[in-house]
């Protein structure tokens, strides 16, 4: 829940209204993604809705699973410290929160689709725990962190809208008549991207 992150940060991890919010807010794009119609390639065009599968990469230098030291094309790292004055149970709170990402390449048959990962809400996706802070030189006691991320080469679910842009590359195909373009997914009205991981590749 990529998404989520800048929420927290904007508004702050204290408050059991803010993460009743927010989980209201992700139960309606989890709910959003199944309710989904599948979209294959055939019936993509100008704000096409439902659901994409394809594979997963970038040509961007790609960024390292805390803890895990594997490529990934994004991953989102939520460090928790624990208040020893409280009880076990109520006494961790939300430290730090970032993602780190590259921009997807979802290949769809012969169609490549562009995602901005930081937009994107995860369904499902491997996790790693970790009885420590997993930032760069952080604290060993007293902190837990879990990472979720995205595999290079994966098979992956998402949802959203299709839009049209142009294509800056310049071996993109074009002639005299018309200016190279390609899709990009973005958020229904403003609703995040639902993605959920389907196949992680083995390294």
């Not at 807010?25 to 100008?46: C, I």
């Not at 076990?88 to 990962?117: F, K, P, Q, Y």
């Not at 609703?191 to 083995?202: D, G, K, N, S, T």
Request: with cysteine; charged share 20%; proline share 5%.
């Amino acid at each position: 829940m990529f998404w989520l992150i800048t929420a927290i940060a904007t508004f702050g991890a204290a408050g059991v209204s803010l993460f009743a919010t927010l989980n209201r807010m992700g139960g309606n794009v989890e709910r959003a993604y199944r309710n989904a119609p599948e979209l294959p390639a055939a019936a993509f065009a100008e704000g096409a809705y439902g659901r994409i599968t394809g594979i997963a990469s970038s040509s961007a230098k790609l960024p390292l699973v805390p803890g895990l030291g594997i490529p990934c094309l994004a991953y989102e790292l939520i460090v928790h410290a624990h208040d020893g004055e409280r009880d076990a149970s109520m006494g961790w709170r939300i430290v730090h929160g970032e993602v780190v990402s590259v921009e997807l390449d979802v290949t769809v048959g012969d169609t490549v689709v562009r995602v901005n990962a930081r937009e994107v809400y995860l369904v499902t996706a491997p996790s790693h725990d970790a009885n420590r802070d997993l930032r760069p030189n952080g604290a060993v006691r007293g902190h837990s962190s879990r990472v979720r991320y995205i595999p290079a080469g994966a098979t992956i679910h998402v949802v959203g809208t299709l839009t049209r842009e142009v294509d800056d590359d310049p071996s993109a195909p074009r002639d005299y008549r018309s200016m190279a373009t390609r899709y990009r997914l973005i958020g229904k009205r403003g609703q995040a991207i639902a993605l959920a991981v389907a196949e992680p590749v083995a390294s």
